[in-house]
């Protein structure tokens, strides 16, 4: 074929593509099955994506978890200690990781910190069913020692997950380890306690963990300043009164 007549054909080509497409578009066609305008399909997230998304629920976030196998202390527990309460909760505590109770009961905060928790949250005119209660790890580190940060690392997206489910108006952050994952802080907790820090846009209310009020029962009027501030803004920021 000369080069003229190669044109010549390239050229028709063309021009009946484009008279066959004039004419799908005027049958209502407007794009060409696997055409550029095709919708993409979802791409896959990965599970850190999807836990950081904000689209989980509590439930949902729950069975992400699954039988975790993310980080090394997952030998070590009875059970994962997910987390308690109201999935609407307007104040979520945040605590360190499960003891034995916990590890025991499959519930955060059970034991004798726990009871002592219960009371400060009374203390402020709520009950403990009408908050919400976790912790930054979800599974008990061997003889309750403190968390390592590839521990804390890997089970930290579902921490956010949880508080992105929640979406509480206030959070309250209990000892040096749920601040240091919440605030990326590394600040003593005796300079952050007392004042409400932001948490993208949630005030972080920072206090002794009960654990450590139990060893040091002179700092418990010092928590119970820090708890005062939850009382007097609560209302405030909820819309909702305190008995
Ligand atoms: N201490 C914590 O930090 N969390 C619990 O659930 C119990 C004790």
New binding site residues.
Partial sequence: MSPQHFRHEVADVVKKTRDFLEAQRQLGLDFLPGGPEMPEPEKPRSERELLLSGTLTLQATRQVLGECTRCKLHPHRTQI?FGVGNPQADLVFV?????A??DAQGE????R??QLLTRMIEAIGLRREEVYIC?VLKCRPPNNRTPESDEIASCEPFLIAQLKAIKPKLICA??GIAVSALLKAKTPLSKLRGKFHDYYGIPLLVTY???YLLRNPNEKKTAWQDLQLLQRDYTRLTGRPLR
């Fill in positions: 200690v605590g360190e990781a499960p003891g109770d916990e955060p905060f059970v034991g910190a726990g912790n209990l000892g963990h009960p654990a």
